[in-house]
């Protein structure tokens, strides 16, 4: 038998003796409220009411023309409230940390969506909210810092490490095990020690479901491929998850090669990555040959990370999904085509599943159907992407 | 060959001492100076000498260690260096050593070739901060064949953890002292009589605390509680101060708690 919280050989319980009480807790709240009637009645009214769910699958029609190939829908994670998929699983671990009484939410931020959605929830349920963020991140991302802060957040800046998302996952760690009490970690990514991995992706498979539902309602039958950005992945696991079991379905994740996965500044996990254990789980990881996690790169902080949810490393490792590696040039031109072609700005994280997808929708028949997850908004990019383009804007 | 922590407790307990394990991270500043450091220690009153494995992200670990690691690995200190360094040890000691270090360390290098390579130097032991009790079969055949310990951690939140991971523990029982990760703190607040009760009560192995313990006087007490105390980060400090120069005044202050341990 399969032991729990495995993927496989993928995930574990990978932590300090002093949070294993907390984690077990966490389990053992989880599997009580995941089918609990109540909880889920909660958890859908939150969903459409106040995260503006179910998001729309949108028939790109001039994407579709242009590009000449299969026909291309775009799902609108974008448009949830706080622009991102995040607001789905912080939701879903909020409402279950206030069922278990706790009153202090901490959480890492890379790009800063996760930590606006957290900080989001906070104060719609009244929960003191602490955010760590890698101080490179908040210099590249301070639109969403000033967010985080209107919204009654504390951003606390981390400069060990490389002072991105892997340091700042470090030091949210480090508070839990100080506070383990009073705090709930609420993860932004199918990472970490069980029941994290399985508990954000059952909070975000709702995109899944909806896509499949949407996608029967408007072509009567499931697509061909569904693609999303993968980072700690949970944008994917969720638009994934629900196609695991329908084999006709190509599952597609785009992560991010940076500069070049032959260069030293890429995040590529799983181009590049070998196995080991870290923030809790055994999961591929970019790493040297003494285990030394490596320094990432990427030119979206939310695909910034050395390593990938477990479940991810799964999928891959039986051929189930199959993960692009996409430049930031791709990504880049991507971002702008989309822009472009439909009026829709996506994120630069959503832009390198965008990238992915222009790569194989070409080669496929028109009566063939891609899902695009578009799992961000791509305002908060606006400033680096015309620094990536060498355009100077002053008013900030 | 007796495993020389299980020797060690033994000779403490027919002297009615407590045992003195400190702790220092290898290559700060440089591995030559981490030699000098972990005789030093032996020689001031160290039962025990855990030599720490530098990892790029010490989650476990406060600022302290955390910057000590950084300054390690700025010039590249790795595994294979520090199996050379306690190997130049063992000519000058034959107290024990155990290494401090994270799981990815261990399992990158290959956990069988790890073990073999510890008994191979004769490290005594290894402590894993992030390989909690449940996960323990990463390493328990190879640590059960080398006969180098695994030494598991109990936490003031363990509670009724205790006894499990005690029924299974070998060599010593690593007391967490705090919640938190490691760094001197001006007060521990732990009920160990309560904490620890689950000990009483069986035949385990002995039991030292650390985590947070700064000077002599902080060590008596903790020491009370058990069969010794663990210091790291104290000592880090000094070392982060005076370099290459610390191993005096890092001997020292061993003495010093030494002396207090013993009074």
């Not at chain 1, 939150?46 to 799902?75: F, Q, W």
């Not at chain 1, 994740?253 to 789980?281: C, N, Q, S, W, Y």
């Not at chain 1, 990238?355 to 961000?376: Q, Y």
């Not at chain 2, 947070?212 to 070392?239: F, H, L, P, T, W």
Request: hydrophobic share 40%; with cysteine; charged share 25%.
């Amino acid at each position: 038998m399969e032991k729990i919280g495995r993927f496989g050989d993928f995930g574990g319980q990978y932590i300090p003796e002093t949070v294993m009480t907390a984690v077990h807790e966490l389990e053992a709240a989880y599997d009580k409220y995941k089918d609990d009637p109540e909880f889920n009645r909660e958890l859908r009214e939150l969903y459409r009411d106040y995260a503006n769910r179910p998001s729309m699958l949108y028939y790109a029609e001039k994407m579709t023309k242009d590009l000449g190939g299969a026909k291309v829908y775009i799902k609108r994670e974008d448009l949830n409230h706080t622009g991102a998929h995040k607001i789905n699983n912080v939701l879903g671990q909020l409402l279950l940390a206030k069922k278990m009484g706790k009153k202090r939410i901490i959480a890492e931020t890379g790009a800063g969506q996760h930590g606006v959605a957290t900080a989001t929830v906070c104060a719609l349920m009244g929960l003191e909210c602490e955010v760590y963020m890698g101080s490179t991140d908040m210099e590249r991302q301070s639109l969403n810092v000033y967010r985080m802060n209107l919204l009654g957040a504390k951003v606390t800046g981390v400069d060990s490490g490389t002072a991105t998302l892997k340091d700042a996952i470090n030091e949210a760690f480090r508070d839990w095990c100080s506070n383990i009490d009073t705090t709930f970690y609420c993860i932004g990514s199918v990472m970490g020690p069980h029941p994290y991995p399985t508990m954000v992706r059952d909070f975000q498979k709702i995109i899944s479901e909806e896509i499949k539902a949407q996608m029967l309602e408007k072509e009567g039958r499931l697509p061909d491929a569904v693609v999303a950005c993968v980072g700690g992945g949970s944008n994917a696991m969720g638009a994934f998850y629900d196609f695991i079991g329908d084999k006709g379905v190509r599952l597609i994740g785009a992560e991010a090669a940076g500069r070049g996965v032959d260069t030293p500044e890429h995040a590529a996990t799983i181009a590049k990555g070998d196995l080991g254990i870290f923030h809790g789980m055994k999961s591929l990881f970019l790493q040297n040959e003494y285990g030394q996690i490596d320094e990432v790169y990427s030119i979206s902080a939310g695909l910034d990370y050395p390593g990938i949810g477990p479940e991810h490393a799964y999928l891959h490792s039986i051929g189930r999904a199959d993960y692009f590696s996409i430049t930031d040039e791709e990504a880049v031109q991507a971002f702008e085509y989309l822009s472009k072609t439909e009026g829709i700005i996506p994120a630069i994280e959503s832009s390198h599943a965008v990238a992915a997808a222009m790569k194989i929708i070409p080669e496929m028949g028109k009566d063939k159907i891609v899902v695009i997850n578009l799992s961000g908004r791509g305002d908060k990019d606006v400033y680096s992407i015309a620094r990536y383009r060498g355009v100077e804007l002053d008013e900030k | 060959m007796k495993n020389r922590i299980d020797a060690c407790f033994e000779d403490l307990k027919a002297q009615g001492k407590k045992a003195l394990v400190t702790f220092v991270t290898a290559g700060d500043p440089d591995l030559a100076t981490t030699e000098k450091i972990v005789l030093e220690m032996f020689d001031k009153g160290s039962d025990i000498v855990e030599i720490g494995v530098p990892f790029s992200d010490p989650i476990a670990e406060g600022g302290t260690i955390q910057r000590a690691s950084l300054r390690s690995l700025k010039h590249n200190t790795n595994l294979d260096q520090i199996f050379e360094l306690v190997s130049r040890l063992r000519d000058n000691t034959d107290k024990p050593i155990l290494l401090m270090m994270y799981l990815n360390t261990v399992f990158r290098y290959g956990t069988e070739k790890f073990f073999d390579n510890c008994k191979n130097v004769q490290i005594d032991g290894v402590i894993i901060p992030d390989m909690p009790f449940e996960e323990r079969d990463e390493v328990k055949e190879y640590s059960e064949k080398t006969g180098v310990r695994a030494i598991y951690l109990v936490a003031p939140t363990s509670k009724e953890r205790v006894k499990m991971i005690a029924e299974e523990s070998k060599g010593f029982l690593y007391i967490v002292s705090s919640l938190g990760v490691t760094g001197t703190r001006k007060e521990i607040s732990t009920n160990f009589n309560e904490l620890l009760a689950p000990l009483k009560e069986g035949n385990y192995c002995p039991a030292c605390i650390g985590f947070g313990i700064s000077n002599g006087e902080q060590a008596r007490k903790m020491a009370d509680y058990c069969d010794g105390c663990i210091i790291g980060s104290a000592i880090v400090n000094i070392v982060e101060k005076y370099g290459a120069d610390s191993v005096e005044p890092v001997g020292e202050f061993v003495a010093s708690v030494r002396e207090a341990l013993d009074a």
